[in-house]
């Protein structure tokens, strides 16, 4: 998520596209197939093709969420969640590991509010954390306990059961829970956009998080991260905005190398979301496809020119030949073309070959309080309450399943011609 201008937007933080004639017909019965783009259960890893994703040589057309507290919700919440991901006909989530902390006795000092009372959509996290600073030993320490690792464990398995695939950030740039502002503190700099990336200590605790994650054994499936398909993809980091941009290649080059040195069966992505720097990083051999973040107010974009820079980045993915994910996005319920903009928007994705999916901004369901988050900020949230949104974003994910059956993705690298969309209500 791009950075808001308080915490509260962190946490508050399309016209159908149809087949037409009998292959609509045909194609009826595997819309309402669980959501994994191949068949049943993830039983095989997501792969990366010249013009999009895969999975056992098939179709794997991206129609996924994001949320940021799966990791410290209760399980109630998570499973909330969860199952209106199912009911919207998502195949994917995507996630970031989170929190990280200062030390337990606070000699290291937490740079947020770690003990806010506050629902798990406004970042109160029950005491859960991930990493934190031991000060005995003097240096970073993971939670493998039921407040840490546990609930990923929980998270994974509860996917796994639902056909959902994971898309799984190591760490966030941003500081709402920590991130890496929370361990380049723990060694008391105060640069937020280079110092993580180029300290040999920070690295160091990085690269050992990252080795900690991949080899976990999942306490209650049994299988390490590394072997468990229902992950989809590895993300060093959501929105690692190092500075300069070299630095930024620098350390991704060296990160997604290290972690295709502990895992080959998983795709590795950046994370990164900066849509001025047009995928940049996308050369780098060791990353799968490629990321971005789309707020058309952030960038003083009209509802036309985001859909404009959707076809731009998806033909950039042409051109390197990865797939690349639109993998952030949202437009405030506020406008009176919310609804026109997600059905131009989701239109294009679908019906051009070059994009690989999307992932809407963001999916919640009611907290433990009972409510929904209250979201009056950027006012992205999507909700399952049978609403205009709603409905635009399950034919959307209809859509997809039906391009997967069309075979518009020719995993031998070709591309058919993509079906007509349906006329777009344009802003």
Not at 56 to 62: A, G, S
Request: a negative charge; hydrophobic letters at 40%.
């Amino acid at each position: 998520m791009v950075n808001r201008q308080s915490q509260n937007s962190r946490a508050g933080l399309l016209r159908r596209f149809g087949l037409q004639g009998a292959l609509a017909s045909a194609l009826l019965a595997v819309s309402m197939l669980p959501a994994t783009g191949a068949s049943g259960a993830a039983s095989a890893f997501v792969r990366a093709s010249v013009n999009g994703f895969t999975v056992d040589d098939k179709p794997f057309y991206v129609t996924g969420v994001n949320n940021h507290y799966l990791t410290f919700g209760s399980q109630n919440e998570v499973i909330r969640v969860l199952d209106d991901s199912v009911a919207l006909g998502a195949n994917v989530i995507r996630i970031i590991l989170q929190p990280v902390i200062g030390s337990l006795d606070g000699s290291a000092a937490t740079i947020w509010n770690w003990r806010a009372r506050a629902d798990a959509s406004d970042l109160g996290v029950a005491g859960t954390y991930l990493l934190y600073w031991d000060p005995q030993k003097n240096t970073m320490a993971i939670n493998d306990g039921p407040d840490g690792m546990q609930k990923v464990d929980f998270l994974i398995a509860e996917c796994g059961k639902r056909h959902l695939r994971l898309i799984i950030a190591f760490l966030d740039f941003w500081d709402y829970t920590g991130g890496a502002q929370q361990m380049r503190a723990w060694y008391g700099s105060s640069d937020k956009s280079g110092f993580f990336f180029r300290d040999p200590r920070t690295k160091r605790d990085y690269q050992n998080w990252i080795a900690y994650v991949i080899q976990r054994v999942n306490s209650l499936t049994g299988s390490a991260y590394r072997d468990d398909p229902t992950i989809m993809a590895w993300e060093l980091m959501n929105e690692g905005n190092a500075n300069p941009e070299s630095l930024r290649l620098a350390w991704t080059a060296e990160m997604s190398a290290y972690v295709k040195s502990l895992d080959s069966n998983h795709l590795v992505g950046s994370g990164y979301a900066n849509v001025s720097e047009k995928l940049s990083d996308l050369t780098i051999p060791t990353l799968d496809f490629g990321t971005w973040h789309g707020y058309p107010l952030y960038y003083n974009l009209t509802v036309q020119q985001f859909n404009d820079t959707i076809s731009e980045f998806c033909g950039l993915a042409s051109t390197a030949e990865k797939p690349v994910l639109l993998e952030e996005f949202g437009y405030a319920r506020s406008n009176p073309d919310q609804n026109a903009a997600y059905t131009m928007w989701l239109n294009t994705l679908t019906a051009r070959h070059d994009c690989a999916g999307w992932m809407v901004w963001r999916l919640v369901a009611p907290q433990d309080s009972g409510n929904y988050p209250v979201d009056e900020h950027d006012k992205f949230d999507v909700r399952n309450d049978g609403g205009q949104l709603w409905n635009t974003l399950r034919a959307a994910t209809r859509a997809g399943r039906q391009r997967e059956a069309s075979g518009l993705l020719d995993v031998t690298g070709g591309t058919s011609s993509p079906p007509s969309p349906a006329p777009r209500n344009d802003r």
